[in-house]
């Protein structure tokens, strides 16, 4: 533990490695994040005629085994797996699975089933593991109450984005992180309220139970009587007994590997890439039907899928949650047939390529187009280019020039607050709402999300593939703010019923599930000012929210980083305020110099020719799109921005394209 220059304790990762670089991190905006006095923000409430549109009220892993085809991945409830890293690392050309040996000398490090990292101590209300409470010895709001009273379900389509944008966010998660013990497919076993939504006693609750209690008056739950929302804990070190665990506060794991590497098609770990994995001319295994290839059957359907016969489409891919809801399963298929578009490429290109070598060179240029889109045309968006370049996100090069920016004293383990927190705040951009378009952009219909929770059947059905890959490319987003979809407030999930569950109120309680530390700790960990009184947060939000907050919690330090970053106005440029900003740049900070196998890397053994590099700079959503649609013929160059007419639809072949032949037999090494 260090003290940092504002005086607060700064956690190392596990493996005391790189704090929050005070030093390093350099402000966006002129007066980014000194003085939020100088911010230039953007209000991320609704301007005009906002009015709260509610009245504020006075183990998947039972029935799986350790055998199944996620391996050992899946724990039963109360056990988790801890990482046990390689003994000794294999110098290798080409990633693992499980992300061990990434850094060679702490092979450990960014593996699936380790700790996730954390910036700031946590703040059990034992010390040990029982979730925040309030400082003041109360109770805190209901999760529930606070995301009613504080965030809206207005319907405000972005003016700029398109729903991929949203959807990309949702793979890069995936990709990153996933809390153990947890499932977004199957109800989960361990039920916290009965099925009719009454609290299970505390006396008979598994002791990961930790539901969300639903307020009187309740405007939606309350017309079914529903009281209560099902909520386990996530699982930690201490539950999982892990070796390494020496006492302390506890920390959740995460199960996937924290690197960007497309863990989410390729799998975590050997096991669970060998059941998905063609051991054919480099490919991925696909079911062909109708004329195009689709992700493998699951061989759990009723377990995997919201399904009731073992004969309905679920599909099985890297990551569990890939059914959850259609175009996050689209994104899916079409980083699976991008991996098999390319090794069939390189298996003409180089003939005598045998199977692992061209598995594992596709992997590699799939991940590093991934990689390349995320970085330069996805989250420029989010964190804003010019703040990335600062902070060094982001460089601007000449085309064939690698960027050796590899630091092995940075931890690249996903921070708990990201993906607790601040990469939860788009959430907002969901929309409940998915259409279908034509080739000719004319809206042929939409679907309802939560009819479609975990059920990805329909996306084989009649031109559906298409027509809503189109949809997602042409429709806005929701607005990135205080509203969250009603689709996911009121009916995720919802499996059949009236109702489902609550994302927001989800989201809230997972923060105290976890610990984390409080706004007020991140406000003043990212070098904004420490409020002292509610009046201190109107600085960086609305004045009527801060009423609204003084109502619920019975301390402003009580308000939780999920709650107070979500509301703070957003820095210009950004698609988040300052204190969620800090957070995020740091994360993707991490996320690239901390990965070896950073597509920019030019280190002989890792990287790519400066030829091949120019080629990967080529990638782009749309041209993604554009080669693994069923037949999508046209697209606007841009993917993530609506069409406009500086952005118009163009034919596919309009949109330049990743030369391959770049990748005839140039390396010496390939094979090893
Ligand atoms: C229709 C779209 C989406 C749905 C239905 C959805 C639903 C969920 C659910 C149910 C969870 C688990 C909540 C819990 O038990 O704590 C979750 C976690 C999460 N979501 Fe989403 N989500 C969606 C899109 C997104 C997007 C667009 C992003 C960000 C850009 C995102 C970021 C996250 C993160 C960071 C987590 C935590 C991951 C972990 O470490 O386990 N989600 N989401």
Redesign the pocket.
């Given at each position: 533990i260090k003290v940092s220059t504002t005086g607060y304790h700064i956690l190392h990762n596990e493996h005391g490695v790189d704090a929050f670089p005070q030093h390093r991190y350099v402000p966006s905006a002129p007066g980014f994040p000194a003085s939020a006095f100088a911010l230039p923000l953007v209000s991320n409430a609704v301007p005009t005629g906002f009015a709260p549109t509610s009245p504020a009220p006075a183990n998947p892993f039972v029935t799986l085994s350790t055998h199944g085809p996620y391996g050992p991945q899946f724990p039963q409830p109360g056990r988790a797996q801890c990482a046990v890293p390689p003994p000794v690392c294999e110098k290798s050309t080409y990633r693992t699975l499980d992300g061990s040996c990434n850094h060679l000398e702490r092979p450990q490090l960014g593996m699936a089933n380790t700790r996730?990292g954390r910036l700031l101590s946590p703040r059990y209300a034992d010390g040990v593991s029982a979730p925040t409470a309030s400082v003041t010895g109360q109770d805190l709001p209901s999760a529930r109450l606070v995301s009613l009273v504080i965030f809206g379900e207005m319907d405000v389509p972005d003016p700029e984005y398109t729903l991929i944008n949203?959807?990309w966010?949702?793979i890069?998660?995936?990709d990153?992180?996933?809390?153990a013990g947890?499932t977004?497919s199957k109800k989960h076993p361990t039920r916290c309220c009965t099925d009719d939504g009454r609290l299970v006693g505390l006396d008979t609750a598994h002791k990961t139970c930790f539901a969300i209690i639903v307020p009187d008056h309740d405007p939606v739950y309350s017309q079914v009587g529903t009281e209560c929302l099902n909520?386990v804990r996530?699982l930690t070190d201490l539950d999982a007994r892990c070796p390494d665990y020496r006492g302390g506060p506890a920390e959740q794991l995460?199960t996937v590997t924290s690197y960007m590497d497309l863990s989410l098609v390729y799998g975590n770990s050997i096991q669970q890439n060998s059941q998905i994995r063609a051991f054919q001319g480099g490919r991925m295994i696909v079911e062909r039907r109708n004329g195009a290839d689709w992700l493998p059957a699951s061989r759990n359907v009723t377990g995997d899928c919201d399904a009731i016969e073992p004969t309905e489409v679920c599909y099985t891919a890297g990551d569990i949650r890939v059914n959850?809801?259609p175009?996050?399963t689209i994104l899916h298929t079409i980083l699976l047939r991008e991996h098999n578009r390319i090794a069939g490429e390189l298996a003409k290109l180089n003939p005598h390529f045998d199977d692992r070598t061209l598995f594992q060179e596709a992997r590699k240029i799939n991940i590093a187009q991934y990689q390349y889109i995320s970085y330069y045309e996805w989250l420029p968006i989010f964190l804003g280019a010019e703040n990335m370049l600062k902070n060094r996100l982001i460089y601007k090069v000449p085309e064939k020039a690698p960027v050796n920016d590899f630091d092995p004293s940075i931890d690249p383990s996903?921070i708990n607050s990201?993906?607790?927190a601040a990469?939860?705040y788009?959430?907002s951009?969901?929309e409940g709402r998915l259409d279908l378009l034509s080739e000719l952009r004319s809206v042929l219909g939409s679907l309802r999300?939560s009819d479609w929770?975990n059920r990805p059947g329909i996306i084989e059905v009649g031109d559906n593939f298409d027509s809503l890959t189109r949809g997602h490319s042409t429709q806005p987003e929701e607005l990135t703010d205080i509203n969250f979809d009603r689709e996911?407030k009121h009916f995720?999930?919802r499996r059949n019923m009236p109702f489902g569950s609550d994302?927001r109120a989800?989201?809230i309680?997972?923060n105290r599930d976890h610990g984390l530390a409080s706004y007020n700790d991140f406000r003043q960990f990212c070098g904004l000012r420490r409020a002292q009184s509610w009046e201190d947060y109107t600085d960086l939000i609305d004045r009527a929210i801060v009423e609204k907050l003084k109502t619920l919690y019975p301390s402003h330090e009580d308000v939780e980083i999920t709650v107070g970053g979500s509301l703070e106005s957003h820095v210009a440029g950004a698609l988040a305020g300052p204190t969620f900003l800090c957070i995020l740049t740091e994360q993707f900070y991490r996320t690239r110099v901390g990965d070896r196998f950073f597509f920019e890397n030019g280190e002989k053994y890792v990287g790519f020719t400066p030829d091949q590099l120019a080629e990967i700079r080529k990638a782009s959503m749309a041209r993604l799109v554009c080669d693994n649609g069923n037949n999508i013929q046209s697209m606007q160059q841009k993917a993530f921005l609506l069409v406009s007419p500086s952005n118009p639809v163009v034919p596919c072949s309009n949109i330049p394209q990743v030369d391959l032949t770049k990748w005839i037999d140039k390396k010496p090494h390939y094979g090893k």
């Open positions: 996730y949203m959807q966010g949702q890069m998660t995936h990153m992180s996933m809390q947890g977004q909520f996530t995460t959850q809801n175009g996050l996903v990201h993906a607790t990469f939860r788009f959430h951009q969901i999300l929770f996911i995720l999930f994302l989800i989201d309680q997972r």
